[in-house]
């Protein structure tokens, strides 16, 4: 009959050949149990990392409910200090660190190389202390007494000279505010100490309210310093009325205070400073003026007025 013909069969030995021939460079049956094996590899790794997410998830879900019931029964909320609250050694009414006062003089003395005297208050007490430093070497801290309470957080300015006695002694002039008079308004007031180069205190002469102060401000700030004189002292403050005033006396006399009207008016609590060139008695002034918000320095030789200058 018409159509292909058939393919003739191949003889036993060479179709057994030809199903035993090699996959892949290997044997057909190391093949095939290779292949066997990476299945069942495959399936436990499969199964057993979905088993222990699971499991670890339990357990986390657990613990968490563990510790959760732990906490409730044993523990008690922890407050959260708010940013008022008070430090360790700080209380309700004592003075912020970083606003204590200080202030620091020095005199040129020929009985020491250098000398330098550091005021400053007390945190807590508001009492005003003090520490001397001789040729590099600083005393231990002293307690001044003083008659009139220095206000809490009062400004201070000091002032050093050489005693107008023939001495090596070195006066010191400690300017502060007080409330403590009999008017009980706030007034500046005047330590005065006699130090003898070397020694750790100081002599305490006289401790007086300037009366001449009376328009003091509530926020003033102080400077003060010695004229090319050596004798003769300029302290400055802010009045009530926001102007910048000075006040003239001599260390021989600190009762008695001349008040001079100079510039302004300045921001309210304005920082003040002060310079004298000794050898012309010319003075300046610095502080921030309350139109501009900048810097003023105010010139001025003493016996002939002021003359402001802008930074």
């Known amino acids: 009959m018409g159509g292909p013909s058939p393919t003739p069969l191949l003889p036993p030995e060479e179709a057994k050949q030809k199903r035993s021939g090699p996959y892949c460079g290997l044997p057909r049956r190391d093949f095939w149990i290779l292949i066997a094996i990476a299945t069942v590899l495959a399936i436990g790794a499969i199964v057993g990392g979905v088993l222990g997410a699971v499991t670890i998830k339990q357990n986390d879900n657990t613990a968490a409910a563990s510790a959760a019931d732990r906490s409730a029964a044993t523990s008690t909320p922890t407050p959260v200090p708010s940013q008022t609250s008070l430090g360790t050694t700080q209380t309700a009414s004592s003075l912020p660190r970083e606003d204590r006062p200080i202030a620091v003089s020095t005199a040129q003395n ?52 050489n005693s107008s006695l023939d001495t090596e002694n070195i006066m010191l002039f400690i300017f502060y505010t007080t409330c403590e ?131």
């Open 110 to 161: 020929n009985s020491t190389a250098s000398n330098y005297q550091v005021v400053y208050q007390d945190l807590t007490t508001f009492e005003l202390r003090y520490r001397l430093v001789w040729d590099d070497k600083s005393a231990n801290e002293q307690n001044l007494t003083l008659n009139l309470t220095p206000d809490r957080g009062t400004p201070l300015a000091v002032v050093a000279a």
């Open 181 to 311: 008079d009999e008017s009980n308004t706030p007034l500046l007031a005047v330590a005065s100490l006699e130090c003898i180069p070397g020694a750790p205190t100081c002599d305490e002469i006289k401790n007086n309210p300037i009366p001449a102060s009376s328009d003091l401000g509530a926020k003033s700030e102080l400077a003060a310093v010695l004229m090319g004189d050596g004798q003769s002292l300029r302290v400055y403050y802010q009045g009530s009325n926001g102007w910048i005033y000075a006040l003239g006396a001599n260390i021989t006399n600190v009762d008695v205070w001349a008040p001079t009207r100079l510039g302004g008016p300045a921001i309210d609590g304005s920082a003040i400073a002060a310079s004298v060139q000794r050898s012309t008695s010319q003075l300046q002034v610095l502080y921030v003026c309350s139109e501009t918000r900048m810097l003023r320095c105010l010139e001025y030789e003493d016996a002939s007025g002021a003359d402001e200058g802008m930074l």
